[in-house]
Nanobody
Framework: VQLQASGGGLVQAGDSLTLSCAASGGSVRRYTMGWFRQATGKEREFVAAFGWSGNTKYAEAVKGRFTISRDNAKNMVNLRMNSLSPDDTAVYYC??????????????????WGQGTLVTVSS
């Protein structure tokens, strides 16, 4: 499956932004779809995941502010980000995996990755 991430940009603190991850060559319903992010000088970290059965999981840092959702008709997964802060500045990546749910926050469990989309939050 090929993944295409989009929606990044420059926003101000407190603003909202929605990232999208469009899939081709396979259905997002057959995978757990995840979002990760990597800030400059830091390792890539888990943000959120949407399981094939509809489960969701969030990193503590984004819980209550970010919402991951799946659009079956468009074969894509979205990440709605509210109340953005400069700490959310990073390149955001979407990935797809078939790993068991308990390991969906582990980057190396993802088989497919999209290119990153940059989110910059100014203070």
């Amino acid at each position: 499956v090929q993944l295409q991430a989009s929606g990044g940009g420059l926003v101000q603190a407190g603003d909202s932004l929605t990232l999208s991850c469009a899939a081709s060559g396979g259905s997002v319903r057959r995978y757990t779809m995840g979002w990760f992010r990597q800030a400059t000088g830091k390792e890539r970290e888990f943000v959120a995941a949407f399981g094939w059965s509809g489960n969701t999981k969030y990193a503590e840092a984004v819980k209550g502010r970010f919402t991951i959702s799946r659009d079956n008709a468009k074969n894509m997964v979205n990440l709605r980000m509210n109340s953005l802060s400069p700490d959310d500045t990073a390149v955001y990546y979407c990935g797809a995996t078939t790993v068991v749910w308990g390991r969906v926050s582990e980057e190396n469990m993802y088989t497919y990755w999209g290119q990153g989309t940059l989110v910059t939050v100014s203070s």
